[in-house]
Nanobody, 120 residues
Framework: QVQLVESGGGLVQAGSSVRLTCVAS?????????MGWYRQAPGKQREMVAT?????SPNYADSVKGRFTISRTTTQLYLQMNSLKPEDAAVYYC???????????????WGLGTQLIVSS
Protein backbone atom coordinates (compact mmCIF):
# COMPACT_ATOMS: atom_id res chain seq x y z
CA GLN A 1 0.00 0.00 0.00
CA VAL A 2 1.10 3.53 -0.81
CA GLN A 3 -0.42 6.78 0.39
CA LEU A 4 0.30 9.96 -1.54
CA VAL A 5 -0.25 13.50 -0.29
CA GLU A 6 0.24 16.50 -2.55
CA SER A 7 0.88 20.09 -1.53
CA GLY A 8 2.01 23.35 -3.04
CA GLY A 9 -0.91 24.46 -5.16
CA GLY A 10 -2.71 27.75 -4.81
CA LEU A 11 -3.48 30.96 -6.62
CA VAL A 12 -0.62 32.43 -8.62
CA GLN A 13 -0.14 34.94 -11.40
CA ALA A 14 0.78 33.99 -14.94
CA GLY A 15 4.53 33.97 -15.39
CA SER A 16 5.28 32.97 -11.83
CA SER A 17 6.73 29.75 -10.44
CA VAL A 18 5.35 27.10 -8.11
CA ARG A 19 6.77 23.90 -6.68
CA LEU A 20 4.48 20.97 -6.01
CA THR A 21 5.45 18.27 -3.54
CA CYS A 22 4.11 14.74 -3.14
CA VAL A 23 4.99 12.76 -0.04
CA ALA A 24 4.65 9.00 -0.24
CA SER A 25 4.20 6.70 2.73
CA UNK A 26 3.19 3.11 3.38
CA UNK A 27 4.57 -0.37 3.08
CA UNK A 28 5.02 -0.15 -0.66
CA UNK A 29 7.08 3.04 -0.98
CA UNK A 30 10.31 1.20 -1.61
CA UNK A 31 8.65 -0.68 -4.46
CA UNK A 32 7.46 2.40 -6.34
CA UNK A 33 8.70 2.35 -9.91
CA UNK A 34 7.26 5.12 -12.07
CA MET A 35 6.04 8.24 -10.32
CA GLY A 36 4.38 11.12 -12.02
CA TRP A 37 2.25 14.20 -12.01
CA TYR A 38 -1.07 14.36 -13.81
CA ARG A 39 -3.55 17.18 -14.03
CA GLN A 40 -7.21 17.65 -14.71
CA ALA A 41 -8.83 20.91 -15.68
CA PRO A 42 -12.59 21.45 -15.42
CA GLY A 43 -14.41 19.67 -18.22
CA LYS A 44 -11.28 17.94 -19.44
CA GLN A 45 -9.78 14.51 -19.04
CA ARG A 46 -6.90 13.87 -16.73
CA GLU A 47 -3.62 14.18 -18.60
CA MET A 48 -0.03 13.27 -17.95
CA VAL A 49 2.22 16.18 -17.10
CA ALA A 50 5.50 14.47 -16.27
CA THR A 51 6.69 11.06 -15.16
CA UNK A 52 9.98 9.64 -13.96
CA UNK A 53 10.96 6.03 -13.43
CA UNK A 54 13.68 4.95 -11.06
CA UNK A 55 17.05 5.49 -12.70
CA UNK A 56 15.61 6.82 -15.95
CA SER A 57 15.19 10.18 -17.63
CA PRO A 58 11.94 12.08 -17.08
CA ASN A 59 9.16 12.21 -19.60
CA TYR A 60 7.18 15.43 -20.17
CA ALA A 61 4.04 16.45 -21.96
CA ASP A 62 4.83 18.69 -24.91
CA SER A 63 2.86 21.53 -23.34
CA VAL A 64 5.19 21.76 -20.35
CA LYS A 65 8.59 20.92 -21.83
CA GLY A 66 11.16 23.55 -20.97
CA ARG A 67 8.98 25.02 -18.22
CA PHE A 68 8.40 22.16 -15.76
CA THR A 69 10.94 19.91 -14.06
CA ILE A 70 10.10 16.70 -12.26
CA SER A 71 12.38 15.17 -9.65
CA ARG A 72 12.13 12.52 -6.98
CA THR A 73 13.70 11.04 -3.91
CA THR A 74 12.84 7.70 -2.34
CA THR A 75 9.67 9.03 -0.77
CA GLN A 76 9.00 12.40 -2.35
CA LEU A 77 8.12 13.67 -5.79
CA TYR A 78 8.46 17.26 -6.91
CA LEU A 79 7.27 19.35 -9.80
CA GLN A 80 8.95 22.69 -10.34
CA MET A 81 6.70 24.77 -12.56
CA ASN A 82 8.05 27.95 -14.13
CA SER A 83 6.54 30.47 -16.51
CA LEU A 84 3.05 29.39 -15.57
CA LYS A 85 0.23 30.03 -18.00
CA PRO A 86 -3.51 30.27 -17.38
CA GLU A 87 -3.91 26.96 -19.24
CA ASP A 88 -1.78 25.27 -16.57
CA ALA A 89 -4.60 25.76 -14.08
CA ALA A 90 -5.90 22.40 -12.94
CA VAL A 91 -5.98 19.96 -10.09
CA TYR A 92 -2.60 18.26 -10.01
CA TYR A 93 -2.42 14.63 -8.93
CA CYS A 94 0.54 12.57 -7.81
CA UNK A 95 0.72 9.02 -9.11
CA UNK A 96 2.87 6.06 -8.17
CA UNK A 97 3.06 2.70 -9.89
CA UNK A 98 4.05 -0.35 -7.93
CA UNK A 99 4.91 -3.49 -9.92
CA UNK A 100 2.74 -6.53 -9.34
CA UNK A 101 4.03 -10.06 -9.09
CA UNK A 102 2.95 -10.62 -12.69
CA UNK A 103 5.55 -8.95 -14.90
CA UNK A 104 4.30 -5.92 -16.78
CA UNK A 105 1.39 -5.18 -14.46
CA UNK A 106 1.27 -2.35 -11.97
CA UNK A 107 -0.94 -1.09 -9.18
CA UNK A 108 -1.71 2.61 -9.48
CA UNK A 109 -1.87 4.83 -6.44
CA TRP A 110 -3.22 8.38 -6.52
CA GLY A 111 -3.22 11.32 -4.19
CA LEU A 112 -6.27 13.51 -3.68
CA GLY A 113 -4.76 16.34 -5.67
CA THR A 114 -3.77 19.93 -5.14
CA GLN A 115 -5.43 22.75 -7.03
CA LEU A 116 -3.50 25.32 -9.00
CA ILE A 117 -5.18 28.49 -10.20
CA VAL A 118 -3.28 30.74 -12.57
CA SER A 119 -4.59 34.26 -13.03
CA SER A 120 -3.81 36.18 -16.21
Amino acid sequence: QVQLVESGGGLVQAGSSVRLTCVASGSGVLDMDVMGWYRQAPGKQREMVATVARGKSPNYADSVKGRFTISRTTTQLYLQMNSLKPEDAAVYYCNAKVPRKVAGFYTDYWGLGTQLIVSS
